[in-house]
């Protein structure tokens, strides 16, 4: 399985911005569907973006499409979430995961690798 680690989480106020970037290893990175989730203590891990091994297509959730986008950089074994107008409900640990390719970016299941998460804290 391919190793994942996130960085770039912190406490940022409402309105303001966050990158989240996540390096892979182990693995032909771009054999790998990406996606991102994040889970709030005593609620279930919820699915957030996801993009394709080739960058294309990607898919958000209702509740983060046009303030988040996902990308990656299949040279640098890494994928990103760029987090704009973050709001306090957006608070939460955020999680880095990996599929194959060929089970589908807009499936929200199929995971089979996580990082160990990064908090991100959004104050009003």
């Known amino acids: 399985q391919v190793q994942l680690v996130e960085s770039g989480g912190g406490l940022v106020q409402a309105g303001g911005s966050l990158r989240l970037s996540c390096a892979a290893s182990g693995r032909p990175f771009n054999n790998y569907n990406m996606g991102w989730f994040r889970q709030v203590p005593g609620k279930d891990r919820e699915f957030v973006a996801a993009i394709s091994w080739s960058s294309a297509p990607t898919y958000y959730a209702d509740s983060v499409k046009g303030r988040f986008t996902i990308s990656r950089d299949n040279a640098k074994n890494s994928v990103y979430l760029q987090m704009n107008s973050l709001k306090p409900e957006d608070t939460a640990v955020y999680y880095c995961?990996?599929?194959?390719?060929?089970?589908?970016?807009?499936?929200?299941?199929?995971?089979?690798?996580w990082g160990q998460g990064t908090q991100v804290t959004v104050s009003s």
């Open positions: 995961a990996a599929k194959m390719r060929g089970t589908g970016v807009y499936k929200t299941t199929g995971y089979s690798s």
